[in-house]
């Protein structure tokens, strides 16, 4: 079941809503807990059943190890140190087997072994609640995990709004909320907040992240050659794509939660307002930042002989590759978390070793050309997709003369392209069209306030409500064929 569907949003959402709250208001507050955990499992269900015992084992597993390491003597710090060990381990395992261990055999098989590919399916979220889980049992190791019960441990590993595709919720900001009491009354409110930011994620999502879809999907996986300006047309459109997918995805993810009195973390603040890399990835996907820092980053750097700048970077290049290694199973995700962490490094080195101080304009072009770049390998399906776009960009294929329509639009040109002259001028007009409009979303992204900022102005005014039907309604007009997340496929 997707966000962006009628039976989400007109059966499922406010179905589990009314519910919840009813049984919170007759004052059956666990019954409500279980209602929610209910309705999350068949969320997930609902994509492939046979992958729910998957979740329901990773959760009873995870939840045994963690109350053993909490019971565990303080005079028995090896065996808690063992248990926390076990249950990390246990979480990578799952990952390794599912994500991974095709790709490890095809390696293998490219190193001369003859092993045959178990051609396993990626379980859908196994990324996500993984990692949640992960940070959990370290957690319980640090004794400075909340209050709670079973039902609060799974609601917070399941909980539909942000159990697919993040954010990645720490147990500190799930756990107590679900315990308040002040959380059990309908709050208006939250109501109206959450649906105003859950109606800016779907038109992120429909309205523009599917229009740029079409334009890279096109220039990625159809077109034979690309020439300068398609290749850059292409690039730029998958840069919006990815960024209006997942911040929309998070955008639904916080206002969904939002109706039912939770507050998850934010994931997005203006990424393409940065000026420099640093300053991206702190303002990027900012779960998985806030994960790789505390639980990569830092003990990886503690785990080195001295804590210095040196072996900072080491341990910095080094979460960036796993970074980009968790992003999925392929050579070109580890070449993109390489890149990421050797501009991270050079960053860093520029800052303490260099006195000159790029200006910010200058920044941010380096910035988001570098890391719209990048994306290209972190787009393509194998190599040769991205050597195609890469060269297009250098000039080195295509005739700009011979610029074509079908190469951007597809098949069927939209109906305002229509209106133009056919043959070359067609295409040119086209191309411009386009170019245009990529043009105006990156000057929007770049400069504009984010839904974050939006919602702290947020007051249930005629303003705010038009802006939310504005939102709304052509997104529903474009539900015919909703399209999935990107980031459900890592």
């Avoid at 993984?130 to 049992?137: G, W």
């Avoid at 993109?336 to 006195?355: C, D, E, P, T, Y």
Wanted: glycine share 6%.
């Amino acid at each position: 079941m997707l966000f962006n569907s009628y039976e989400f949003i007109f059966v499922f959402l406010p179905l589990v809503l009314c519910l919840y709250f009813l049984l919170q208001g007759a004052h059956h507050a666990r019954a409500a807990t279980i209602l929610l955990l209910l309705a999350s499992w068949f969320f997930y269900a609902w994509w492939n059943p046979i992958y729910l015992p998957l979740l329901l084992g990773s959760i009873l597993c995870n939840y045994a190890i963690s109350q053993k390491i909490i019971r565990c003597s303080e005079q028995a710090p090896r065996t808690k140190k063992r248990l926390m060990i076990l249950g990390v381990l246990f979480n990578a395992g799952l990952l390794g087997y599912f994500k991974y261990m095709d790709f490890f055999i095809a390696n293998l098989n490219w190193l001369g072994a003859d092993l045959p590919l178990l051609q396993l399916a990626l379980p859908l979220a196994i990324s996500f609640f993984s990692l949640q889980q992960i940070a959990y049992i370290v957690d319980a190791y640090r004794n400075i995990t909340p209050r709670g019960g079973l039902l609060e441990y799974c609601v917070f590993v399941s909980f539909f709004p942000q159990l697919i595709a993040g954010p990645i919720v720490h147990h500190r900001e799930v756990i107590p909320q679900l315990l308040d009491r002040d959380n059990r009354s309908l709050n208006f409110s939250n109501i109206s907040l959450g649906c105003f930011l859950f109606s800016i994620g779907l038109f992120k999502k429909v309205v523009l992240a599917d229009t740029f879809a079409v334009w890279a999907s096109n220039g990625f996986d159809r077109a034979e050659v690309l020439n300068m300006v398609e290749a850059w047309i292409v690039s730029y459109s998958y840069t919006l794509q990815l960024y209006f997918d997942f911040s929309g995805y998070s955008d639904m993810a916080l206002g969904l939660a939002l109706m039912f009195n939770i507050k998850l973390p934010l994931n997005f603040n203006s990424p393409y307002q940065a000026t420099s890399i640093i300053n991206l990835w702190q303002r990027w996907h900012l779960t998985l930042t806030r994960f790789i820092n505390m639980y990569i980053y830092k003990p990886l750097l503690r785990a080195l002989p001295r804590v210095n700048f040196t072996n900072g970077m080491i341990a910095s290049f080094a979460a960036m590759v796993i970074a980009g290694v968790w992003h999925g199973a392929a050579w070109t995700f580890v070449v993109f978390g390489v890149l990421q962490g050797v501009a991270i490094v050079i960053n860093h080195i520029w800052r303490k070793r260099i006195s000159w101080k790029i200006p910010s304009w200058l920044g941010w072009v380096l910035t988001f050309h570098f890391f719209s770049f990048s994306l290209v390998i972190f787009r393509a399906l194998d190599w040769a997709d991205a050597i195609k776009v890469y060269r297009g960009m250098l000039g080195l294929d295509g005739d700009l003369e011979l610029i074509s329509i079908a190469k951007i639009y597809g098949a069927e040109t939209p109906w305002y392209l229509q209106l133009l002259q056919s043959g070359a001028d067609k295409a040119l007009w086209a191309t411009w069209i386009c170019a245009g409009f990529i043009g105006i979303f990156i000057a929007q992204v770049a400069l504009l306030s984010n839904s974050n900022i939006w919602t702290e102005r947020f007051d249930f005014t005629t303003k705010y409500l038009l802006a939310a039907v504005v939102l709304f309604v052509p997104s529903l007009l474009m539900l015919s064929s909703p399209s999935e997340f990107i980031y459900f496929q890592f």
